[in-house]
């Protein structure tokens, strides 16, 4: 099977496939056969890690760095105790207006994440969070908010 066939069964888009075949940490055994065409033996296939929750922390300055790491240790803590998986840890300074937060977008295209845990849910956006939630349940996943209050920043 070709790697881009391969990729797009496993919920993994064809260049994030290639990358980890560059990097040789593509979880199965592949080999190139010609300039563009790289084969995946699916027969020697090693399971992919398994879903779980993806912790996402925010705060919208560099003055408040102490408070992203709060964040994250609760959210993770959290997670200990819920006894949840985690397949990934993103945080980031940016504005909850803003849409260009590359690690938002990496952990809500993640197809291992099928919970994202947020302590507030205006960390994940300040605007149309249930929209995102919305799209999360409309492909099975789902966003869990442990603060249900709104904070100020």
């Known amino acids: 099977m070709n790697l881009t066939e391969w990729a797009r069964r496993q919920g993994i ?7 980890w075949f560059e990097s040789g940490t593509l979880p199965v055994p592949a080999e190139r056969v010609g300039p563009r065409t790289i084969l995946v033996n699916v027969g ?21 760095r102490s408070d992203l790491e709060r964040q994250l240790a609760r ?25 260009q937060r590359p690690q ?3 952990l809500l295209s993640d197809p291992k994440v099928t919970t994202v845990v947020v302590e507030h849910r205006d960390r994940l956006a300040r605007m149309n969070a249930e929209l995102v939630e ?13 603060d249900k209050g709104e904070v100020e920043d």
């Open 75 to 99: 959210l993770t803590e959290w997670a200990a105790k819920a006894g949840q998986l985690v397949v990934r840890v993103e945080s980031e300074v940016g504005s909850g207006m803003n849409g």
């Open 13 to 19: 888009h064809p260049h994030t496939a290639y990358r």
């Open 104 to 106: 938002l977008r990496r």
């Open 44 to 64: 020697a296939a090693v399971a992919l890690p398994a879903a779980g929750v993806g912790l996402y922390a925010r705060v919208s300055s560099h003055d408040q």
């Open 134 to 146: 919305a799209s999360l349940l409309a492909h099975g996943r789902r966003l869990v908010v442990l």
